[in-house]
Structure formats: C-alpha cells, structure tokens
C-alpha cells in the first residue's frame, strides 16, 4: 500500500489522472483492454472532467471499458445517479462508444438489477468467480464507508465475488454495490479523499485496528494487486505517520 499526500486538491487529482493513464496503457498492452471501476459522489468529477480534457490524446479511449463500482437505485436520468455524472463529465466529452460502458440497470428491482451486473461481469471476463478489474477507483465517505459497503451492513459478511443489492438505513435508499471480494481482485486500486472532513476516516481506515463492521473500507485488502491513496493535506492531517 502506498500513501501520497499533496498539497491541493487539484495536485491530488494531477496525479491520480497521470496513475490512470498509465495503469490503463499498461493493461492494454499487457491484454488489448483497460477495465476500470468508476467510483461515485461528487469527489472525483474533477478527475473525470480533467481527464476528459488534458488527458484525452494520452490514452486509447476506444480500448477502455467503464464499469460501476457502486450506484444509487435511481434512474439513468436522476441527478443522484453515479451513471449521469460520470457520462457528463468523462464519456460524452470523450465519446466514448455504448459498447464499452456497462452501467447498472436500475430500471429493474434491485435484487435483478446486482444479479444483472453480476452476470454482465461474467460475461465480461469469461468466468463465473474470477473478474479482475484492471483499477478500481473508489473514495470513501465520511464514515469510512467504500463504495456502498456501509457500516453494519449484511454486505460486509457477503464473501461472494459479485454485485449485490442492499437497503442502507443510514441514507435511507437502495444501494448496488460491488462486494469487496470482487474489489479485491483489481489489479491496482486508488482511493482519491480529499478535505478536513475526511481526516478522521482516513485515520481510521489507516491506523485504527481492524474492525471492518465500523471501518467498511478496511476490507479492501487486494488479493494480488496494489491500493494506493491519492489525499490531500488535509484529508490527510490526523494521520500520525505520513
């Protein structure tokens, strides 16, 4: 695991596009293809939009595959839809191709619409139990959730490699999330936290023994690739080793 903690948002955000520009040229040439797991929120739209625009001559955008590492149950259309964000900030500027984004159906129930995906993926990489992501890109929640692993949630216990659908209390919605045993079969992951508010999660995740029902995004342990953290200063202020 590595840490990289940079002055600004905005340097935290430079490094994490130069990071996948390169993780992605290297999958496509290792296998014809750059599979990556987009995360949602608001954090990394200034990546997608920064890659759309400085970094859309440095990779083959033909040969990137997008998937969703989690989304909310809302239509394609809604503004709280992982899906929407990332098609105006990344995929249209880019015109990226129909075939080579593969977002979660939310028009059908939530249980059909993990199960769905789960088959998507599948089908994707060819095998029942062995996707391997090329990056998982994910941030975390101010209550050191990832994805949507929330604390104290069935998810947590789930040790399937698959998508699955679940009704987080705390925010009173349906979440489709990716278990962490698929997350963990990426090839690299970058976390990309940034702000005062995120410090204390950090630190948890970070320094804090192993309690993966309160510090969800401790899970995400790589069975065989690298997780590096992309912070800024001040997402990174509470830690005591830097």
């Known amino acids: 695991m590595a840490i990289r903690v940079f002055p600004s948002v905005e340097e935290s955000n430079k490094a994490l596009a130069d990071y ?86 939310t028009d059908l129930p939530p249980a059909e619409a993990a199960a769905a995906y789960t088959r998507t993926m599948q089908q994707y990489f060819g095998s029942q139990d062995s996707l391997p992501l090329d990056l998982d890109l994910l941030g975390l929640g101010d209550n050191a959730h990832t994805a949507s692993l929330f604390p104290h949630t069935s998810v947590l216990t789930n040790d399937t490699v698959s998508v699955q659908a679940l009704y987080i209390e705390e925010v009173q919605a349906n979440r489709i999330t990716m278990t962490a045993p698929l997350l963990n079969q990426a090839r690299a992951t ?11 999660a950090v630190r948890q995740i970070l320094e804090e023994k192993r309690d ?31």
């Open 190 to 200: 970058a976390f990309l936290v940034y702000g005062e508010g995120k410090a204390e």
């Open 20 to 105: 996948f520009v390169e993780t992605g040229r290297q999958a496509i040439a290792a296998r014809g293809r750059f599979a990556v797991a987009l995360s949602g929120g608001s954090s990394p739209k200034k990546l997608f939009e920064l890659l759309a625009s400085d970094y859309r001559d440095q990779l083959e955008w033909e040969r990137v595959d997008f998937f969703w590492g989690d989304e909310r149950y809302v239509p394609h259309t809604d503004p709280q839809s992982n899906y929407l964000m990332a098609k105006k900030a990344l995929l249209d500027p880019l015109n990226i191709q129909p075939a080579h984004i593969f977002a979660v159906e």
């Open 212 to 242: 993966v029902q309160q510090y969800p995004a401790q899970l995400i342990q790589p069975e065989n690739g690298n997780v590096t953290w992309f912070l800024d200063e001040a997402a990174a202020s509470k830690l005591t080793q830097k």
